[in-house]
């Protein structure tokens, strides 16, 4: 019998068993994500013609379309022009359209990177002062305050809509970039709290009651001592807040639609000529798809702990 | 430094009383330190005079100077934890550095504080490491830095010693010790180690349920405890107790025990309690040939260079120390005698020792 390897350790047909399923796994969700981007690179036919193109002439015309507003233009008018100047007008040009000037696109996209962002910052700020306060304190009625967080979890958001809709054009909030800030936010804290609660209790209370004799206050001992070992537990809860609050399409669809519409809501609605522009739409996915990509990617190797932080006592 | 005081301190957590109307003067430059089981309500103790617990009554003074209700940062003192409470997202300067960079100093004096403290403890060179990456007693060492770079009043230390293993934490006691001397420091530390505690302290209190028992110097607190739980707790193995029925009266110098009568030091009080004991330390009896107790030996313990042999008789067991050469079987009659007059009479209603000639 083998006795180099520990019995704790996998067997070689476990190793392949676990191989073969993540590849497996691996596929499924690749293949819409890669269809998606292959899509954003197709051209208006190539893109709905029958049977699928799994080889194609990339184009970039889905991108032109996604960032411009174009109008179709007769034959002898596009020929007084004078020549395009820049490749993307030679592309519409082609099409016998000119461009009429930027989409929405842009604007959209910078609302959802300032809705995102700013959501989970304060998710994540006002959740980690809750969760130390909860860790730390004896707060009246505490396990009462904590179930009463976590009950605005239970049933989904949008079960709320009609209220939040008349409140907030009461409060004039409506279509505001503030307004959705804050709305994100409230929804996020009950997740933040509870995560990084858990995360907090982990830290032990002598480093903060070190810093407090070595002369800080429990303010500056939070933010400099605390925190910094918290990041774990950061990573993680700014990683789910933005997911979040950059998918969020129902919310964004009521309450916004033209100073602090978000990408979801407008993606869907970039029509081209008869009918959808699907490289236009694969094209703004892949551009929504690009930073919490990054986000999750840069924060990764605290995810990978924080999943599993707490789960055995160190 | 300075001279620590405590007056009626007392702290309940909801019904549980944590420490009972304790008092304590700590000198300065004294290495005092707290001895008691766990939950005596030492280091709450501890914990109040550095200002991590507020006192539910009472004051403790710093300097003659009341800081019983202020703030931690106020106090002007450094604590050692027992778990080091080293920050782990700094390196050795940056925690040496910490406390001082609440004191407006310029970065060439932090530097220069930081180095003194790291050269004083030998880990000069280890400034720039991660604190992950070092081992249990650098770890003790950086610790204590932190503590003595910005110069205190007064050092707390929790159990500091508690973490590391045995052969190593003889090695920080005498460290502890000398730094202590070294930097003109006063001291508390809190342990439940009686080792500890004999070899580092100046004066030690033992303290058991939030009561303080007796405060004072190793040896009186060894061969004159003043109640029965000192004389238990301190010592290994602790005292014998060997009751006597009988009242004792003051001026009193012999009790009877089975039928013989045993000489005692002149007693100064007497008991209202017709049951009480008789303390006698292991090493205070001895082995004799007749006219002893007589008994039968139950258990040997060999320690190297001593034996204990509890040996049982009609007064219950009672442990002896031999020399280590001394030849006993298990379940061999013997006698023994007391060796000297080293014996202390607790009074059985309140456990506390009585007065005498040997106790004054």
Redesign the interface.
């Known amino acids: 019998m083998d006795t180099s390897r520990s019995p704790l350790e996998a067997t070689g047909f476990s190793r392949k068993l676990a191989a073969t399923i993540i590849i497996v796994y691996m596929i499924v969700t690749l293949i819409p994500i890669t269809w998606m981007v292959a899509t954003s690179f197709k051209s208006v036919d190539s893109a709905i013609s029958y049977p699928p193109e799994v080889f194609f002439e990339p184009s970039l015309e889905g991108y032109v379309n996604l960032f411009t507003n174009r109008s179709r233009q007769p034959k002898d008018y596009l020929d007084s022009l004078p020549p395009p100047d820049t490749w993307y007008e030679e592309l519409v040009r082609s099409r016998e359209m000119v461009i009429t000037g930027p989409s929405k696109f842009l604007p959209r996209y910078s609302n959802s990177l300032i809705i995102g962002f700013g959501a989970t910052f304060f998710s994540v700020f006002l959740g980690s002062l809750a969760a130390y306060a909860l860790s730390r304190f004896k707060v009246p009625l505490k396990d009462d305050l904590l179930f009463f967080i976590l009950s605005t979890r239970m049933f989904p958001p949008i079960a709320v809509a009609v209220p939040i809709f008349i409140m907030y054009r009461k409060l004039g909030l409506g279509d505001t970039h503030v307004g959705m800030i804050i709305l994100y936010t409230v929804v996020n804290l009950s997740l933040s709290v509870w995560l990084l609660k858990g995360f907090m209790d982990e830290i032990p209370r002598e480093y903060e009651e070190a810093a407090m004799i070595d002369g800080y206050s429990r303010m500056q001992a939070f933010f400099k001592v605390v925190l910094p070992q918290a990041t774990t537990g950061i990573a993680a809860t700014a990683i789910f807040c933005m997911i979040f609050s950059w998918n969020e399409y129902a919310f964004a669809v009521l309450l916004t639609q033209f100073n602090a519409q978000t990408a979801p809501p407008f993606i869907p609605t970039i029509i081209g000529e008869g009918g959808l522009d699907w490289p236009a739409i694969g094209a703004g996915t892949t551009l929504f798809l690009i930073p919490v990509m990054i986000f999750t990617v840069v924060l990764r190797k605290h995810l990978l702990r924080g999943i599993t932080f707490g789960a055995v006592r160190k | 430094m300075a001279e620590i005081e405590i007056k009626n301190l007392h702290k309940s957590f909801g019904d549980f009383v944590a420490v009972k109307k304790s008092n304590l003067i700590i000198e300065n430059k004294e290495f005092f330190v707290l001895l008691g089981p766990s939950g005596c309500g030492k280091t709450t103790t501890l914990r109040m005079i ?3 617990e507020l006192p539910t009554s009472g004051n403790i003074y710093l300097d003659k100077e009341d800081v019983g209700y202020l ?3 106020q ?1 002007d ?3 050692v ?3 080091f ?1 080293l ?3 700094m390196n050795v300067r940056n925690n040496l550095a ?2 001082l960079k ?2 407006k100093l310029s970065r060439s004096e932090v530097d220069a504080k930081v180095l003194e403290a790291a050269k004083l403890l030998r880990i000069d060179h280890l400034l720039k490491s991660k604190v992950s990456s070092l081992a249990g007693g650098d770890r003790q060492r950086v610790a204590l830095g ?1 503590a003595l770079v ?1 110069r205190p009043k007064a050092f707390l230390m929790d159990e500091p010693l508690g973490t590391l293993d045995a052969e190593f934490r003889e090695l920080m006691c005498l460290e502890l010790r000398k730094l202590h001397d070294d930097i003109d420091a006063t001291t508390v530390y809190v342990t439940h180690d009686q080792q500890e505690a004999m070899s580092m302290a100046d004066r030690i209190a033992v303290m058991n349920e939030g009561v303080v028992l007796q405060a004072d110097s190793p040896k009186v607190i060894y061969n004159k405890p003043k109640t029965k739980f000192v004389a238990n707790f301190i010592g290994s193995p602790g005292m014998n107790f060997i009751p006597i029925n009988e009242k004792i009266s003051p001026s009193q110098s012999s009790i009877k025990l089975l039928d013989s009568s045993l000489n005692i030091p002149e007693q100064k009080e007497g008991t209202d309690s017709n049951e009480n004991f008789l303390g006698v330390r292991p090493e205070n009896l001895k082995l004799v040939s007749e006219n002893g107790v007589k008994g039968n030996v139950f258990g040997v313990e060999y320690l190297g260079s001593r034996k204990i042999l509890t040996i049982e008789t009609q007064l219950g067991n009672i442990k002896i120390r031999v020399d280590s050469d001394t030849q006993v079987n298990i379940n061999e009659q013997i006698q023994f005698d007391t060796l000297n007059n080293n014996q202390i009479i607790f009074d059985g209603s309140n456990d506390k020792a009585l007065q005498s000639e040997f106790m004054s």
Do not use: K, V
């Open positions: 550095a200002g991590l703030r931690a940062s106090r003192i450094a604590f934890f027992q778990l409470a920050y782990p997202h910490f406390p609440m004191q932190r910005r």
